[in-house]
């Protein structure tokens, strides 16, 4: 008698964990947990590269891999989140009694090594993955060197404007060829600003003081729409401009139009 009361005040953690998941709530939340992980892997894999801007360049290709991967690894964390806000929304009434509660999950041991360790994993994920790919695209660039197409980009109130050394041209439209590398060379003749050629998947501060350098490779033709990203001033928000990455036979033909002669 004096065992049988024992066990029923103190069981195990095996018998906890059996009874913990055979409770309704429980099972309606991992229903729910598994359903809105679903939503956010299909949302992550299928929707989010349509909403980006069209990848044109291998900047923005990597850029996407990442942004993707990381929608993916984080489902099940927001999938935890809304399956137990959205299990308590559809099954709580008012005047319910609440559920008992539990024990304090930060007294949980094996809970809180496996969040500090997930969590871990992630930021290593991250910080590898974010410097293997910028060790790649410096390796990249300091080959292409040669190769590469020069674009000195000077951001004024408000206007963009692109010199082509090698051509000899300056303009107001950012026009490049396909497949050819190309390194930008961004600063600003009075506040600070920061270009942006959105489909190239590049950004960087445009300042006074110092040149800042980018690089990348265009590899799709089309449009592309060059922005200001840092607040400057009254006309920011307008403070906008197109191109295109082309052929380079119809860059050449551009750069003569422009009366400027082709490197
Ligand atoms: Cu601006």
Redesign the pocket.
Known sequence: MADHIEQQLAPTPGERTAIFFKRTDVVRTSLLFIFWTAVFVVLGVVFYPKWMPLVMSTELKSAEAIMVWFTVISAPIAGLVLAITSNAFLNMHRGDTPPPDGPAVRTNGPVVAVWTITSLLFALVAIIWGLTEMNGQAVAAARDAKSAITVEVT?SQ?LWTFNYPAQGIETHELNLPVGVPVVFDVKSADVN??FWPVQLGVKVDANAQVTTVIHTTPTKIGAIDVK??????LY?AY?ETNGAVMSKDDFNAWVTAQGGHNA
């Not at 200001?228 to 001033?233: F, H």
């Open positions: 951001g408000w600003h920061s200001c990203a840092e607040l400057c001033g920011h403070m």
